[in-house]
C-alpha cells in the first residue's frame, strides 16, 4: 500500500506533535521478514504520561519519532508463522515488545527482554530509547512475536463494548496494579499513591481491588484529586505547607501508611507553597517518610537516565538527592522499573469483563479522534483529569 494509506503521530521537537501520512506498517525487522508478526488495524491508542516526558523535551527522543505504546487492535494479517492469533481477533498490546525466547521473557520479565532494544533491555512502541519500535497512535501498527504477546479478547462484541476499560489493560491498569503489588498492598492495607494522573489512579484503583483499607491520592491538581474523590480514596491536596507526615496524619490519625506508590516519577514537584518547582527526588524521600519501617516503595513512576530539561547539573544525568539512608535505616525496599503487562493482563481483563472494577471511569477515558491528538497531548500537559483515548478509525464517533 502506498505511504498516504496510514497517518500516525509524530514527534517534532519540544512542546510539538503533527499527525502525518507515514508508511503502512511491513511485516518485516531490518531486512528479514517478521513471519511472527502481526499487522494490526488500531481500534483505540492511548496517551500517556510517558509520552509527555517525550514531549515536553524532558528526554532524547529524535523529532520524527511515532508516538504510542497503549495499542488495542484488530488483527488485519497474520506473519506465516503465527500459528494461534487470527484475523480479526481484537487484541490488547503490552506496551513492553518482548521476545518470549530470552532468559528475562522466560521467567516472565517481559519489561526486560534481552532480543528488542540493542542499547539497553526492554523494548517499547515510540518511545525514546526501546529499540526504535513504531509507535500505534497511528491507524495501523505492526506487532512481532505475536503469538506470544497478544492478549486475544474473548468475544469481540463485549470488547467493543467495554472497550475504554480494555484499552486500559495495555499499560496503566497493569501498571498501577504492579505498583501497589510490589508495594505490598493487601486488604486492609492503608495506602499513599502518590500522583493523581492516570496511573496514580489506575494504582488508587488497583489498590481498591486488592482489598486496602484507605487510598490516600496526593497531587496538587484539584481535578485530578476530585477524580480520585469519586471512586472512594482520600484526595491529599499537596499545596498545603505542611511535612507530609502532618498531612497523613491528618487522615489516617497515625503518621504513616502501610504501603506507598510513586506514580509521579522524575519531573515531581516540590509540596507545598513550592509546588510549581521541580524536586525530582522529592516523592521518593516522602515515600522514605511516611511508609513504615520495613516496608515497600512500588515506583512505577518513570526516572530517565538523561534529562535535558533538568535544573542542576546532576539531575541532567539522572542523579538525584535521594535520602537512601533514611530508606536504609528503616530496611525499607524499592520496586523499580517497566511494568511486565503482560503479567498481569489476563486477570485484570477478567476483573473488568465480570464488572469487579470500572477503570474506564476512574481514570475518565475521553475518546478523541486522531486528528485531535495535537490537542490531547496539549490538554493533558494541562492536567486535566482525563486519560485521553484516541479513535483513529471513528469507531467511537469522535
Ligand atoms: N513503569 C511503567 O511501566 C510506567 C507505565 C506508564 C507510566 N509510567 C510513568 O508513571 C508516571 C505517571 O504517569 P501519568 O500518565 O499518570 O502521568 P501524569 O503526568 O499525568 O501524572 C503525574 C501527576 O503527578 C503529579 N505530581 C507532581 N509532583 C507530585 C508530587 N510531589 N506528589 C504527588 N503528585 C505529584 C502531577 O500533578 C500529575 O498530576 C509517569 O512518570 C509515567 O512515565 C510508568
Ligand atoms: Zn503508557
Ligand atoms: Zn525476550
Sequence with gaps: MASADNRGVVYRGAGKVAVEDIAFPELALGNRKCEHGVILKVLTTNICGSDQHMVRGRTTAPEGLVLGHEITGEVIECGRDVEFVKQGDVVSVPFNVACGRCRNCRRGDTHICLNVNPARPGGAYGYVDMGGWVGGQAEYVMVPYADFQLLVFPDREQAMEKILDLTMLTDIFPTGFHGCLTAGVQ???????????????????????????????????????????????????????????????????????????????????????????????????????????????????????????????????????????????????FHTGQTPAMRYQRQLMQAVLHGRVEIGKAVNATPISLEQAPKGYADFDSGVAKKFVIDPHGILNT
Design 187 to 333: 486488604p486492609g492495607s492503608t495506602v499513599y499513591i502518590a500522583g493523581a494522573g492516570p496511573v496514580g489512579l489506575a494504582a488508587a484503583a488497583s489498590a481498591r481491588l486488592l482489598g486496602a483499607a484507605c487510598v490516600i491520592v496526593g497531587d496538587m491538581k484539584p481535578q485530578r484529586l476530585e477524580q480520585a474523590r469519586s471512586f472512594g480514596c482520600e484526595p491529599l491536596d499537596l499545596r498545603q505547607d505542611a511535612s507530609m507526615p502532618e498531612l497523613i496524619e491528618s487522615i489516617l490519625g497515625v503518621p504513616e501508611v502501610d504501603a506507598a506508590v510513586d506514580a509521579v516519577g522524575f519531573e515531581a514537584n516540590c509540596h507545598g507553597h513550592n509546588h510549581a518547582h521541580e524536586q525530582p527526588a522529592t516523592v521518593l524521600n516522602a515515600a522514605m517518610e511516611i511508609t513504615q519501617a520495613g516496608g515497600r516503595v512500588g515506583i512505577p513512576g518513570l526516572y530517565v537516565t538523561e534529562d535535558p530539561g533538568a535544573s542542576s547539573e546532576d539531575a541532567k544525568h539522572g542523579n538525584l538527592s535521594m535520602k537512601f539512608g533514611l530508606g536504609w535505616a528503616k530496611a525499607m525496599s
